[in-house]
């Protein structure tokens, strides 16, 4: 039994091959510059580079990591870099890997910001940005899609989700969805494991208790400031399941309708910049930061919505192997999957109306669309595509 539990260890142990502070500077540094096309992508490269190439982990080591990013909030790619740097060189690592990785696209988008600001009106410029809104809407479908597929497994869970697309449709605070969301998966299996009458009815009163919340949780209209913009992405980046496209929801909510820091108009261009830009979609906070608050909004923004990442991921090690040992936990997790999908969606159907104006916006999505769900065109291209189309026709 020893002999067998040693073997099993220097299996599934962390590679012995050496690796200085530099050298993981250096790789998520190129990583980071390089990687365009959103999460599913940006692991795809990291699997090819530190399991095929450098073997600096074993593939059950990847996917066991990646399972542990997928089930925390927050952006999975980013989360990945992070869980490699602390595989390799601990705290120090965790730190150089994840800052590295995002380093190069928060550079671009806040330079592309910059030169929003300052040439935002001028027609060539509104040109490429007409065409590029309804690309990122068929690229928030194709994701939408894809997810769902994925994390739609009963009828239940499909129940849960038109509620939670209810609610947000209805005004109901977005952290308060995802709690519900969570207690509606959960319910049954709770369900199933209390022997008493009385037991289900103390189960029935804390799926009613969380909607006495929203006053709670709400964000009030206030003057701007760099600490209120700290805790709106910070928040963000503390509870957001799902995609990096579900962060649209959520800016929309607090900086389009709640505190009016923002316009529709300037949502869609910080997502379209985030689609033009390797890295992270969570950078799109980097954009919004520096529009509303110059160079400290941008760096604030940023700081916010990344650093949660790199708590959960440094507190995982103790969390996450009891969430995957209980089933109420995981179909809760399964919840607040299907209810950040659900944002996606109504979000998609919202900022649609504002992308798609007139018909040749109109079909630039429909032609999107088809090309990212049935031949899987990278969506850089299409992004390309676009800019060049807008730039010629409203240039």
Sequence with gaps: MERKQAGRTATAGPSTAEVSLRELALVFLKLGTIAFGGPAAHIAMMEDEFVARRQWLTREQFLDRLGAANLMPG?????????????????????VAGCTFILPAAIMVGAIASAYVRYGTLPQVNGVLYALKPVVIAVIIQAFWKLARTALKSIWLGTVGSVAALLYVLRVH???????????????????????????????????????????LAVTAAPFGLWPLFLIFAKIGAVLFGSGYVLLAFLRADLVDRLHWLTERQLLDAVAVGQITPGPVFTTATFIGYIIGGTPGAVIATVGIFAPAFLFVA????????????????????????????????????????????????????VSTALLLGFRVNSAWLIVAAGAFGWLYRG
């Design 315 to 366: 507190i995982s090690g103790l969390v996450i192997p009891r969430i995957r040992r209980s089933r109420v936990a995981a179909s809760m997790l399964d919840g607040v999957v299907v209810g950040s999908l659900a944002l996606m969606g109504v979000v998609a159907w919202q900022l649609g109306r504002a992308a798609i104006i007139d018909v040749p916006t109109l079909v630039i999505a429909i």
């Design 75 to 95: 952006p999975s790619s980013t989360e990945m870099a992070i869980f490699i740097g602390y595989e390799k060189r601990g705290w120090p690592g965790l730190l």
């Design 174 to 216: 977005e952290v308060l969805i995802l709690a519900i969301a969570a207690g509606l998966a959960g319910a049954p299996v709770l369900y199933r494991r209390l022997p008493t009458t009385r037991r289900r009815r103390a189960l029935l009163l804390t799926q009613i208790t969380p909607l006495r919340l929203p006053a709670v």
